[in-house]
């Protein structure tokens, strides 16, 4: 693997287009990153909801579930 700061040297000496074209791509791949964590974090939920183990309630109910 490359180090962090030897791919920033490298980047540091790209062209603006070369620095746009990579900007563009980063954008693209954090976004899918983030539709993944979505797609995920969604699923999970959705079996917690189907085993009974999701409980919906008001901020009220959250505090007196911890005591407050």
Known sequence: M???HKVIEEV????LEGKIYLKD???RLL???KRKRIR????ESLREYEEGRMKFGTLKDLKYEFGD
Do not use: H, R, T, V
């Open 25 to 27: 791509l980063l954008d």
């Open 31 to 33: 976004i899918e990153e």
């Open 12 to 15: 540091k000496l790209l062209d």
């Open 2 to 4: 490359i180090e962090f």
């Open 40 to 43: 995920k974090n969604a699923k």
